[in-house]
Each structure stands twice: as structure tokens, then as C-alpha cells.
């Protein structure tokens, strides 16, 4: 059964819109989505499902929900697009309501599930469908679609304005200058080896992340520049709440203005989301087989850094130590080894998590989920007490997530499960750990 | 009799192949005016995916349901094998066309079918009582279920002649007739898509997110 609770969430976001709904509309924008463009792999997929159930232990709401049969992933497709198709897009306002509720709460688009179907169904794309036709007729969660409307407005998914963006930065190389003599962000540099983005939350609520960076550029000696115009956030919610026309608009500028530089390489900060969007969804959407310059997460990057030398390790965490394996950069890149190289270099302690690397539990945060806000939050939170098992068993105090909404999400479960955890980012480790070449660094934890 | 075989084995085996060319066909076109599906397809990580889960127990989620992934293989193995090497078929063939192939000794061919027809009770026990396959379970899948059984039941009364031996022919006769039929036009043509579907995954964990997909 579903849950009541989540049932009973009002959300201006969809309950105002589908009141409005009228049958006619919604049948048209059905057939719209699901018409031409999409139909190889959306009615491959439905005559293949055998209705086998092997996809249920895929999915981390399933499990954190005692098994209930309503948040298998297939259970997904049939309570929405089964059924849209089935009747050939006469749906009620009622059911879109439905619909809504399960595509953009309780699926993180995490795409487990693929690896758990004998056939490799692709669930989390059938569910972006149903996002795509729930974003057309307007019925998307209120606080998703605020960071939407932000992107469309600024660019930006958090309202940055552009004079806030520029102040955070000089304020951040005054910060990181204190810190280390001589470092520097540099603004849009022609030519520069890497240009480096990040996400609006960084200037929004964790500037110090910057900062730190830029005492990382500086000890490695990166020729570096970030962007001082829009363009230099790609987190692209858009992408998930299916609004797709705004996700390209995102992508392109933010591509654009990495031309304009001239860059050899962008590295995207701790964000999974903003890599895909970069990497995959946009380029994709936009119609290009890849991105016009190369992109590595930070934590190839840091991986990089470590292994050619560039960055020594003077002090090593002595707490014990685990990680959240961020979908999009794991199952999305193959990145898991890479990022236990970085840990095992910064940490005494690393004990790892089980079911790891691309069988890692989704922070249930991903996805847009964490996105839809404070009504969604418990609903969410009790998606995905797995991985508060999951982390408890491993004992450690302190949980690297390489990632913006992993942070967020596995920072919540912490809470919400008691589990007298910390959340980090590699960053923050690298700075505390890393030979500055000046004989400073931060006191031992 | 003669011309009931004659009608249904083209009738049955000509809607199968014809079916399964259209859909692959029609397949083709829509892959290509999707567009981002044929690109991303490789064969390397396409075969690569496809061996991890022909395998038995050699994906996660085999390992987490190793009495389901047994039975279901077990279950494809006699159930594609038997009709095409038990003697009665062979000898049909044989008579129409002049030539055959070797068959396998009736005996095996029982216990074959007997495989075939306990994994169905299984299959359809699990439908029955783990929820979460319940949850997706209708009418459909009950009688596809029973669609898959039938030419087994029929064969193996017919062989050991239990009843009537005339009429249990045309019932197995019909009820072959129909499961052919329906592959291609029910979720049993996951019997061919399998190699699509898990194809692309496979290419795009592999080539495209330089991950694995098993
Ligand atoms: C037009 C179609 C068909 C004809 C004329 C036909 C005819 C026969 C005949 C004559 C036998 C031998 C019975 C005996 O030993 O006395 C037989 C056995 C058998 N048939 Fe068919 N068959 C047809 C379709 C099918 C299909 C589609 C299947 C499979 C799915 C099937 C599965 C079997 C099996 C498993 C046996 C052996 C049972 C046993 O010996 O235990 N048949 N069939
Ligand atoms: C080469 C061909 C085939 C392949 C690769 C294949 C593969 C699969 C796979 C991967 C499953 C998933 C669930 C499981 O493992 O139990 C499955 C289930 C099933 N297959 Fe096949 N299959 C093939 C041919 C067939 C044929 C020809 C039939 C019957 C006409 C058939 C009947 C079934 C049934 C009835 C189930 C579902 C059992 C259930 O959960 O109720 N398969 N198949
Ligand atoms: S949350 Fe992940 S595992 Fe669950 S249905 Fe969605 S994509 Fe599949
Ligand atoms: S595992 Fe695959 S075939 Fe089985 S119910 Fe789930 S999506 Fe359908």
C-alpha cells in the first residue's frame, strides 16, 4: 500500500495545478511525449517486462519501506505509464496527481534498478517520461520547480544574483589568501588550463568550499579560472523536474561561456547531478554526441592531482571513515575506484560500505527528490533506512560524499536515524590533510 | 489429422517468424528515428552484458534469488531443447521434408517436460505469494503461464497415453499452435528482445559510463 502520509502531502506545486487539469490536455500531452521520439526503447521495454518482480530489490525505497510491493520499481511503471498507455492518454487530473507524487518522490532516477532487471529495463527513463509529461502540464512539486524557474531567471538554480556571485568569489580568494599566502581566483582567464564550476549552492550557503579549492589550485600550481558571468552553474534541476527546454538553455550557456575561455578541461566540483547534466542529459538534449571540451568530476581530478604527485599528503585523518557512492558518478562513471584511492591517501581508517560501487544504495536526496523540499522530506527520509543501516554497520564518525545532494541527503538520514555521523566533502579532507609547502596545514583531528 | 498438422505447423511457426521479423523491423525504424539509441550501442559491452546474465549466478541479483534464477534456467533449457529434439517432432519433419536430426531418447524427453511443468507451478507460486510480483501479476500473466504449460501437459499425456490419444493430439496440436503464436505478440517475446534490451544497457554502462551493469 502506499503510504498514507506521503498520500496526504499538499503541495501547492501539484495540488493547484491539478485542479486545473482538463482531460483533453492531458491526452494530447501524452501523446505527445509518448509519441514518435521515444518509441523504440519506451514500447521495447513494455513488451519486454515479464512482471517478474526481480527489480524490487533494486530499489532503496522498496527496501527501506518493509518491502512494500508499491515502491518496486515496476510497481512504478504500472501504477503510471502502463496505465497512460494503456489507455492511450485518457487519464484523470486524479491520476496525474498520482503520478507526480511517484515520479518525482519516490523514484531518485537512480537507475539501480537496470542492473537488477534480467533485461536491463531501463525504469529510471520510463519515470524521466512521466516527469517530462507531468512538467508539460505544469504539475510539478513547488520547491523543484522554484529552482527551476531560478535557472530560467538567473541561470543559477538559488536566485545568485550576478553582483552576489563576483562578491562571493573576491570574498573567498580573501579568505583562501588568508590561508595561504599568494593564492588567487582567478577570474575568467583566456586560455587557462581548467576552468573550474561549481553549483549555486557553494556561493549560496557553503563559500568556504570555494575557498578551499582555490588553496588546492594553488599548491598543486593549476592554471586556473572561473567564470565571473552566468554560465558557471550547470546543477541543472531542470533536467529532473523534466522542464527539458531550460535544462538545454542551462547546459549550452554553461558551455558557451567555457568556449569563450578557451579552457582545455572544465572540472566540475562535488556535484553528481551537474556532472551528468554537463556530460550526458545536456549534450544529448542539445543533440551533440559530447561535450565540446572534456569534463572530469573533481574526484578524477583529485585522483590525478594525488597520483602525479602534485599534491602530497602530510597528515592523515585518523577517524574511522566511510563513503557515499554517488549514483551518477559511480554507476554514471565508473569513478568508485578512484574515489577509494583518494580516501585511502587522506584516511588511516576507511571502512568501506556493503553493497558498494555501482550496487551502492542511492542517498535517496538524488534525483530531484531532495529538490521537492520540506513537504517531501519525511517521505524521503523514510525511503531510505537502508542506508542508515547501511552506514551504521560500518561504525565510522565521518561519511565522504563527493557529491551536493548526497551531502544533503545522507546529512538528514544521519539526523533523522541518530546516527551521530559527519558529512564531508573531499575538499574539506584535502585541505586539512594536504603539504601546503609553506609548513602549515590545520592542527590533527 | 495430417492436414491439421500441415495447417498449424505453417500457421504456427510462419506467424513466429514472420511476427518476430516485423517487430524486429519495425524495431530498426523507431531505433533510428529516436535516434540516441543506435549510437550508443557497442558490441564489446553489448556481449559483455549479455554473457554476465546468460550465466547463472553470475550477477548480484542472481546471487540474491539463486533458487528463482535455478529454476528459470532450468525451465529455458528444457523448455527450448525438448520441442526441438523429441522424436515425435523429428519424425513429422522427417516425413515432410526427408531429412531430420538426431533426437534424444523419450525417457529424457519425459523428464525434460516434467522440468518445464514443475517450474511453471513455481512461477506461478511465486506470482501467488511473494507480493511484489502479486502486485504486478493479472489475468494475463495467469494464462501466459498457462499458454507456456499447455503444449507441455499435452505432450507428455499424448506420449505416455493416458487418455484419449486422438483427442489430447489436437489439443497439443492447438495449444502449440498458440504458443507460438503468441510469442511475438505478448511479453514472451522478451525471448528476443532480451538480447536487445540487455545489449543496450550493457553498451551504455559500459561505453558510455565506463561502468558494469551486473
Ligand atoms: C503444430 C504443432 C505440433 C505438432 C504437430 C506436435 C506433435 C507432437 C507429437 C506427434 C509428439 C509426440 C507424442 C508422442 O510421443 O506420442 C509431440 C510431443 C511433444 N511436443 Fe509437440 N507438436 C506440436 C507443437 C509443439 C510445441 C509448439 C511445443 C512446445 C512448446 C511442443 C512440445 C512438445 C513436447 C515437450 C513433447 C514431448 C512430451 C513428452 O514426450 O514428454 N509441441 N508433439
Ligand atoms: C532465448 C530465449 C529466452 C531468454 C533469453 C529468456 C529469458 C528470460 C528471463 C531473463 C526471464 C526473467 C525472469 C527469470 O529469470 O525467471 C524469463 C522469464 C520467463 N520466460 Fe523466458 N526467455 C527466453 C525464452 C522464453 C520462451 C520461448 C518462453 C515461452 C514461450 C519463455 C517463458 C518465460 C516465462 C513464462 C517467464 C516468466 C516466469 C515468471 O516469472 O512467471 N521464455 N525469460
Ligand atoms: S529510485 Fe532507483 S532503484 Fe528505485 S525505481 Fe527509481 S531508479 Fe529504480
Ligand atoms: S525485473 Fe524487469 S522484467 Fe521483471 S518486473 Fe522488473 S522491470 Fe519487469
Not at chain 1, 80 to 100: D, H
Not at chain 1, 391 to 418: K, R
Not at chain 2, 36 to 60: D, E, F, K, N, Q
Request: proline residues 5%.
Amino acid at each position: 500500500m502506499a503510504d498514507i502520509e506521503d498520500a496526504r502531502v499538499e503541495d501547492a506545486g501539484i495540488d493547484q495545478a491539478v485542479d486545473k487539469l482538463e482531460p483533453a490536455r492531458i491526452e494530447a500531452v501524452i501523446r505527445r511525449v509518448l509519441g514518435a521520439g521515444c518509441g523504440a526503447r519506451l514500447k521495447v521495454y513494455l513488451q519486454t517486462c515479464v512482471h517478474c518482480g526481480l527489480c524490487a530489490d533494486a530499489c532503496h525505497t522498496y527496501l527501506s519501506r518493509d518491502r512494500d510491493p508499491d515502491f518496486a520499481p515496476v510497481a512504478k511503471v504500472k501504477e503510471t505509464i502502463w496505465e497512460m498507455v494503456k489507455r492511450q492518454g485518457r487519464v484523470s487530473p486524479e491520476f496525474i496527481k498520482k503520478c507526480a507524487r511517484i515520479a518525482y518522490t519516490e523514484c531518485g532516477a537512480c537507475r539501480r534498478c537496470s542492473m537488477y532487471c534480467p533485461f536491463g529495463i531501463d525504469i529510471a527513463y520510463l519515470i524521466m517520461l512521466v516527469r517530462r509529461i507531468c512538467a508539460l502540464l505544469g504539475v510539478v512539486p513547488v520547491y523543484l520547480q522554484d529552482t527551476v524557474n531560478s535557472h530560467a531567471a538567473t541561470s543559477n538554480q538559488m536566485w545568485v544574483q550576478p553582483d552576489d556571485w563576483i562578491d562571493t568569489l573576491i570574498w573567498q580568494e580573501e579568505d583562501a589568501a588568508d590561508e595561504l599566502e599568494g593564492v588567487r581566483i582567478p577570474l575568467d582567464r583566456e586560455g587557462a588550463d581548467i576552468m573550474y564550476s561549481v553549483i549555486a549552492p557553494e556561493p549560496k550557503i557553503l563559500a568556504q568550499l570555494i575557498a578551499n579549492m582555490a588553496v588546492i589550485m594553488k599548491v598543486a600550481g593549476v592554471d586556473w579560472t572561473m567564470p565571473s558571468l552566468d554560465g558557471w552553474d550547470n546543477s541543472n534541476m531542470a533536467m529532473y523536474s523534466g522542464d527539458f527546454e531550460v535544462m538545454g538553455r542551462v547546459e549550452r550557456l554553461h558551455w558557451e561561456r567555457a568556449l569563450q575561455l578557451k579552457v582545455k578541461r572544465v572540472v566540475m566540483g562535488e556535484c553528481g547531478h551537474a556532472y551528468r547534466g554537463a556530460v550526458y542529459d545536456g549534450p544529448k538534449w542539445l543533440g551533440w554526441s559530447k561535450p565540446p571540451i572534456p569534463m572530469v568530476h573533481a574526484v578524477e581530478f583529485y585522483y590525478e592531482l594525488l597520483r602525479e604527485g602534485r599534491i602530497k599528503i602530510a597528515r592523515k585523518i585518523k577517524e574511522p571513515v566511510t563513503v557515499q557512492d554517488p549514483c551518477n558518478i559511480v554507476r554514471g562513471r565508473g569513478l568508485h575506484h578512484k574515489l577509494r584511492y583518494i580516501i585511502n591517501e587522506l584516511c588511516e581508517d576507511f571502512r568501506d560500505v556493503s553493497p558498494r560501487f555501482e550496487h551502492n544504495y542511492c542517498c535517496a536526496a538524488g534525483g530531484g527528490v531532495i529538490n521537492c523540499g520540506p513537504p517531501w522530506k519525511l517521505s524521503r527520509l523514510k525511503s531510505n533506512r537502508v542506508k542508515a543501516e547501511q552506514l551504521a554497520a560500518t561504525d565510522a564518525h565521518l561519511v565522504v560524499t563527493p557529491c551536493h545532494n548526497c551531502h544533503s541527503g545522507i546529512e538528514d538520514i544521519i539526523g533523522y536515524y541518530g546516527l551521530g555521523m559527519h558529512v564531508t566533502f573531499i575538499n574539506e579532507l584535502l585541505v586539512k590533510c594536504m603539504d601546503r609547502g609553506d609548513g602549515s596545514g590545520e592542527v590533527e583531528r | 489429422m495430417e492436414l491439421l498438422v500441415t495447417v498449424c505447423a505453417w500457421l504456427g511457426l510462419g506467424v513466429l517468424l514472420l511476427g518476430v521479423t516485423g517487430r524486429l523491423l519495425w524495431a530498426w525504424r523507431a531505433a533510428r528515428i529516436e535516434g540516441s539509441v543506435l549510437p550508443v550501442m557497442s558490441a564489446r559491452y553489448g556481449l559483455r552484458s549479455l554473457v554476465h546474465w546468460l550465466l547463472p549466478l553470475s550477477t548480484r541479483n542472481q546471487r540474491l534469488h539463486p533458487v528463482v534464477t535455478l529454476v528459470s534456467y532450468l525451465f529455458h533449457l528444457c523448455l527450448l531443447l525438448a520441442p526441438l529434439l523429441v522424436a515425435g517432432h523429428v519424425e513429422l519433419w522427417r516425413q515432410r521434408w526427408g531429412f531430420g536430426w538426431p533426437t534424444l531418447p523419450d525417457p529424457v524427453i519425459d523428464v525434460m517436460t516434467l522440468v518445464v511443468m514443475v517450474a511453471v507451478l513455481f512461477f506461478l507460486l511465486r506470482r501467488l505469494a511473494a507480493p511484489e510480483v502479486r502486485n504486478v501479476t493479472g489475468w494475463k500473466e495467469y494464462l501466459l503461464l498457462m499458454v507456456v504449460v499447455a503444449p507441455f501437459v499435452t505432450g507428455i499425456i499424448a506420449h505416455l497415453h493416458l487418455l484419449d490419444y486422438r483427442l489430447v493430439m489436437v489439443l497439443h496440436i492447438v495449444s502449440g499452435t498458440l504458443w507460438l503464436v503468441l510469442i511475438p505478440f505478448s511479453w514472451l517475446s522478451h525471448m528476443f528482445w532480451f538480447f536487445f534490451t540487455r545489449s543496450y544497457m550493457g553498451s551504455e554502462f559500459g561505453a558510455v559510463r565506463n561502468a558494469r551493469d551486473w
